[in-house]
């Protein structure tokens, strides 16, 4: 099937209706896949229309932008492709730091773009705001980077609906980047409706839930251990037996309409505008094909409304992160004023 695209924000950026999370392919759900396996992966994904591949320098830390970098050197891939990548997350002794101050966003720049073997990043997002720099410095020397030709387009990863209004200001934000699926729906009251209003594209991660709404809560029996998942809250048994139930019911729908349960959770957020990109992640190409088929998978309101009245905001156990990492929730800046130029 051919895939659309979608314009994310009033800056020009137009990306594929489906995009392709890349993170796993590298880190955190367990060890690293072959590079040569991945790159064939990418270039199928290409093939087929799903154009708008995301990583981070944080991946790995950094294989997985090496290992686009690798992908994108093939025959007239750079070119298909609308290149997405993330900074602002370093890890210090197996612990995440956040930076979001000049001199590290431009430094963490150049490095990805070594690394990826680009001269432009399509996309280029904060992954964390940080909460000790005023978003206005950041997006400051970001808009720099965009007058410099290194940088495309701007976006935001987990950052409140007043820290995107404020960097908004600076410089036209093209997209936020947010966990929005059906069993994460806590940026529905404030951070959507200010992405709308402003114009700004939204780009959901984690649409499957991390894997828990293609293969319900048995499939965390067979995860590594070195599986990030693995120390999520809402992994933990005493609140899994609790969500089990939120997989059952969609599979139940699934099997009404034919297709599966990974297809159906993905048409909902498809389904949810056309402003919003979700961007799964798989290692394997049969998902992959999958994936691209759930764009076919129509679902009427009265469908919508009986997904969403299965998972509830007060109806999922547990947090979507440990406290080892921030979100959106905690992702306020000092004023401007406060900052010493």
Not at 60 to 74: I, S
Not at 94 to 117: I, M, N, Q, W
Request: net charge negative; aromatic share 8%.
């Amino acid at each position: 099937m051919a895939i659309p695209t979608i314009k994310l924000g009033s800056q020009g950026l137009e990306v594929s209706a489906q995009g392709l999370g890349c993170m796993g392919m590298s880190s955190y759900y367990g060890p690293a896949c072959p590079q040569e396996d991945m790159i064939s992966l990418i270039h199928r994904a290409v093939a087929a229309g799903v154009t708008f591949l995301d990583t981070s320098d944080i991946y790995g830390p950094f294989t997985n932008e090496v290992l686009l970098g690798q992908a994108l050197k093939g025959d007239g891939v750079r070119k298909k492709v609308q290149l997405a990548t993330k900074f602002g997350l370093h890890l210090v002794d197996g612990d995440f730091e956040v930076h979001g101050d000049p001199t590290y966003v431009r430094a963490a720049c150049e490095a990805s773009l070594e690394r990826l073997g680009v001269d432009c990043i399509d996309l280029y997002y904060q992954h964390r705001i940080d909460t000790k720099v005023p978003i206005e410095v950041t997006i400051g020397e970001l808009k720099k980077l965009v007058e410099e030709g290194k940088i495309k387009y701007i976006g935001l990863s987990e950052a409140s609906a007043s820290t995107i209004r404020r960097a908004h200001a600076v410089h036209p934000i093209s997209a936020v980047q947010i966990e929005w699926s059906l069993w994460a729906r806590d940026v529905e009251q404030d951070i959507i409706p200010t992405c709308r209003e402003l114009g700004i594209g939204i780009v959901a991660y984690s649409p499957l839930g991390r894997g828990f709404l293609s293969s319900g809560a048995t499939f965390i029996q067979n995860l590594t251990e070195d599986d990030y998942r693995k120390k999520l809250p809402r992994f933990q048994p005493e609140n899994l037996e609790h969500n089990k139930s939120i997989f059952e019911k969609v599979s139940e729908l699934a099997a009404r309409k034919g297709c599966t349960t990974s297809q159906l959770a993905l048409a909902w957020v498809h389904n949810q505008g056309s402003d919003v990109v979700p961007i799964p992640g798989t290692t394997k190409l049969q998902n992959l094909q999958s994936n691209i088929e759930a764009l076919s998978v129509k679902l009427t309101p009265q469908e919508m409304a009986e997904l969403e009245a299965y998972a509830l905001s007060d109806g999922v156990k547990g947090g979507r992160y440990g406290d080892d990492i921030s979100t959106w929730s905690q992702s306020e800046t000092p004023p401007l004023s406060s900052w010493k130029f």
